[in-house]
């Protein structure tokens, strides 16, 4: 199995207090990506890294953040968490590869994020 | 942009009927394409992959072409079991220049078999 840790596994929190969560690799993967998964929206990046401190917005970048200041630790941050950020969230990585190879993405084993 | 577009679902099928799961893609480069499965509580894994025109990915039973004339990497199985029961993404990472983008997922479809 890659090297991905998610923490927390689980978090029940309030609306309106911020919450942090954290994606560690082991793999030197030069791309990391947080996603949330919703039943009948399938699998929505959020944000993506492509570097240290190197972010972009995905397609529902609001309301989060996100924080890269070393390769192996992405975080993303829900300033103000609210009730429709109740989802399952996961965070992947992969490598740019040189032509003539190939590459996939690997993933954690998500977090489950209930804002009461 | 590139995107990846899956068929609806869920879908539902008897124990070994024949598995269909269509996907079609955007890309402006030259793009891998794979197949990523996901039990039910867990995280996604690839299931099978293939990297250019015409290739052919196999893993399982599953098996999917690389069809660039009609953008085309439909996921397929003779004859599914009650263990396949889970949600199939295609997935996309396109090339520009001499390096690979980050992969991009298509929406899922959850496949249910019964006995």
Same mark, same amino acid.
């Given at each position: 199995?890659?090297? +991905?840790?998610? &923490?927390?596994?689980? #978090?029940? @929190?309030?609306? =309106?207090?911020?919450?942090?969560?954290?994606?560690?690799?082991?793999?030197?993967?030069?791309?990391?990506?947080?996603?949330?998964?919703?039943?009948?929206?399938?699998?929505?990046? +959020?944000?993506? &890294?492509?570097?240290? #401190?190197? @972010?972009?917005? =995905?397609?529902?970048?609001?309301?989060?953040?996100?924080?890269?200041?070393?390769?192996?630790?992405?975080?993303?941050?829900?300033?103000?968490?609210?009730?429709?950020?109740?989802?399952?969230?996961?965070?992947?990585?992969?490598?740019?590869?040189?032509? =003539?190879?190939?590459?996939?993405?690997?993933?954690?084993?998500?977090?489950?994020?209930?804002?009461? | 942009?590139?995107?990846?577009?899956?068929?609806?679902?869920?879908?539902?099928?008897?124990?070994?009927?024949?598995?269909?799961?269509?996907?079609?893609?955007?890309?402006?480069?030259?793009?891998?394409?794979?197949?990523?499965?996901?039990?039910?509580?867990?995280?996604?894994?690839?299931?099978?992959?293939?990297?250019?025109?015409?290739?052919?990915?196999?893993?399982?039973?599953?098996?999917?072409?690389?069809?660039?004339?009609?953008?085309?990497?439909?996921?397929?199985?003779?004859?599914?079991?009650?263990?396949?029961?889970?949600?199939?993404?295609?997935?996309?990472?396109?090339?520009?220049?001499?390096?690979?983008?980050?992969?991009?997922?298509?929406?899922?479809?959850?496949?249910?078999?019964?006995?």
């Amino acid at each position: 199995d890659a090297g +991905i840790t998610q &923490s927390p596994r689980h #978090k029940v @929190t309030e609306t =309106g207090t911020p919450v942090t969560l954290r994606c560690h690799q082991t793999e030197n993967h030069r791309y990391m990506y947080w996603y949330r998964q919703d039943p009948g929206h399938g699998l929505r990046l +959020i944000h993506y &890294s492509y570097g240290v #401190k190197d @972010t972009d917005k =995905g397609e529902v970048s609001d309301g989060y953040s996100v924080s890269r200041s070393k390769t192996e630790d992405f975080l993303l941050t829900l300033e103000s968490a609210t009730s429709s950020q109740t989802s399952v969230y996961f965070c992947a990585i992969s490598e740019p590869a040189r032509r =003539g190879e190939d590459t996939e993405a690997f993933f954690g084993q998500g977090t489950r994020l209930t804002v009461v | 942009g590139d995107s990846v577009t899956q068929m609806e679902g869920p879908v539902t099928l008897s124990e070994e009927a024949f598995l269909t799961i269509n996907c079609t893609y955007t890309a402006t480069g030259y793009p891998s394409l794979f197949w990523y499965v996901q039990y039910p509580g867990e995280g996604l894994q690839l299931l099978l992959k293939a990297t250019k025109a015409d290739d052919k990915g196999s893993n399982k039973g599953f098996e999917a072409t690389y069809r660039k004339e009609t953008t085309s990497f439909h996921l397929e199985k003779g004859s599914v079991q009650v263990s396949d029961s889970a949600v199939y993404f295609c997935a996309l990472s396109d090339r520009l220049g001499t390096s690979y983008d980050k992969v991009i997922f298509g929406p899922g479809t959850s496949l249910s078999v019964i006995p």
